[in-house]
């Protein structure tokens, strides 16, 4: 489904002539909760980038790091760490240099540590913003293969601006019941039926606490043996 043939059925639902200039804000709230909901392969992105001071910028369409690694001496690994985790690791270290071996994110930076004693290309792996749709992106992954979840998404928040509550609970049952098809489908084209290994979550946020306690323990064990 295109951007303008969304418009075109989000219209015909409401059947109201008044709200054509409020279309374009419900689509926009429908991209705002799609980009915190959402983790699918469809989002992964991968971009290098050259480290070679304390902070790096973040990509524009930046959401969440799935993996950011050194694309030398056999790419190594940086782990992301909070910021409280690498002032420690700095204290401990008399804020030495030298290849980073952790990051935090801060101020749509990445901040490493130690800092980087000179330039280390990464390869950074990580979910991306959904592409908006406006006259000139006029589809993307989600319009094209899942066109029910803007359609649903921006009834629900019409039906929000018009204040029509039983449209409101449709829509949103409707809305969450295509995103979970949507995550059902993800999952059986990434992994199949061939696998018997547990996998973590890719939609929504629940998979970083499956890691959580591992990288804090690697930190912790770094900062015992200084």
């Known amino acids: 489904m295109t951007y303008s043939e969304l418009k075109t059925r989000i219209a015909s639902y409401l059947n109201r002539s008044d709200l054509t200039s409020e279309l374009d804000g419900f689509i926009d709230q429908t991209e705002a909760e799609l980009n915190r909901m959402l983790r699918t392969a469809d989002m992964v992105k991968r971009a290098t980038a050259t480290a070679e001071l ?3 910028s973040l990509p524009t369409d930046w959401l969440e790091a799935i993996n950011v690694e050194i694309a030398s001496n056999n790419f190594q690994p940086v782990l992301q760490q909070s910021i409280e985790s690498l002032d420690m690791y700095r204290a401990a270290n008399d804020n030495q240099t ?3 071996i952790y990051f935090a994110l801060v101020d749509n930076t990445m901040e ?3 800092s980087p004693d000179k330039s280390y290309t990464l390869q950074l792996t990580y979910y991306a913003r959904l592409a908006s749709l406006s006259d000139s992106n006029t589809t993307n992954f989600v319009s094209n293969n899942h066109p029910d979840v803007y359609l649903y998404g921006a009834l629900k928040h019409a039906s929000i601006f018009l204040m029509e509550d039983d449209r409101v609970a449709l829509f949103s049952n409707l ?3 295509a995103l979970e ?3 059902m489908e993800q ?3 990434e992994f199949g039926k061939g696998s018997l290994i547990q996998r ?3 939609y929504g946020k629940a998979k970083k606490k499956y ?3 591992e990288l804090r323990g690697n930190l912790w064990q770094d900062l015992q043996t200084i």
Do not use: N
């Open 54 to 56: 304390q902070y790096l």
């Open 98 to 100: 030298g290849q980073p």
């Open 112 to 114: 490493f540590a130690p």
């Open 175 to 177: 809305f969450d019941k």
């Open 181 to 183: 098809e949507m995550r």
């Open 187 to 189: 999952e059986y084209r």
């Open 200 to 202: 973590r979550r890719t």
């Open 211 to 213: 890691i959580l306690h």
